[in-house]
C-alpha cells in the first residue's frame, strides 16, 4: 500500500472515520496508514481517545465482531500509536504526509504486523483477554518509546 498525493491518503483516512474503508484495504498497512494519516491530516483529534471508536466501528461495518478473540486489541493498538508518534517525530515534518506515510511502510518495522511486538510481549500475555481489552504492559522488555 503506498500513497501518490497527500488527497488519496486523505480519501483512506476518511474511509476510516466513515466507517466504510473497504475490508480488502484494512490491512495492517492499512491500519498504520489510516492511523498515521490520522495524526498528521487531523492534528487536532484525540487520536489516542477515538481510535478505539472508530476501528470497532469499522470492524462492524465488516462484520467483524469486537470480541474476546477478534476484532478490536488495546494493546496492539497502543504499542502502534506509541511507535507511530516516535517515528513521525523523528522524521521530516517539512514533506508531504503522504510521502510520510508511505516511509513508514517502507521502513518495514511498522510495517512488519505482530512481529514488531516480539521482541515486549509474550504470545500469551498480548493475545490474552485482558491485553485485547486493555493496555497491559509488556512483560519481556520495557517499549523504547517516550511515555509509554
Avoid: C, Q
Amino acid at each position: 500500500m503506498r500513497f501518490d498525493s497527500d488527497a488519496e491518503l486523505a480519501a483512506h483516512v476518511r474511509g476510516l472515520l466513515d466507517a466504510a474503508l473497504p475490508k480488502a484495504r484494512w490491512t495492517h498497512e492499512g491500519h498504520i496508514a489510516a492511523t498515521a494519516g490520522l495524526m498528521l491530516l487531523h492534528p487536532g483529534m484525540d487520536v489516542e481517545r477515538d481510535l478505539r471508536g472508530l476501528i470497532m466501528r469499522l470492524n462492524d461495518s465488516h462484520g467483524v465482531p469486537n470480541s474476546d478473540t477478534r476484532g478490536y486489541h488495546e494493546t496492539i493498538t497502543r504499542f502502534f500509536l506509541l511507535a507511530l508518534r516516535d517515528a513521525l517525530a523523528k522524521d521530516d515534518a517539512t514533506a508531504p504526509a503522504h510521502r510520510r506515510v508511505n516511509a513508514l511502510l517502507d521502513g518495514g518495522a511498522l510495517g512488519s504486523g505482530k512481529r514488531a511486538l516480539a521482541p515486549y510481549w509474550s504470545e500469551a500475555v498480548l493475545f490474552s483477554v485482558a491485553a485485547r481489552r486493555g493496555w497491559v504492559a509488556p512483560d519481556l522488555a520495557p517499549l523504547p518509546y517516550p511515555n509509554a
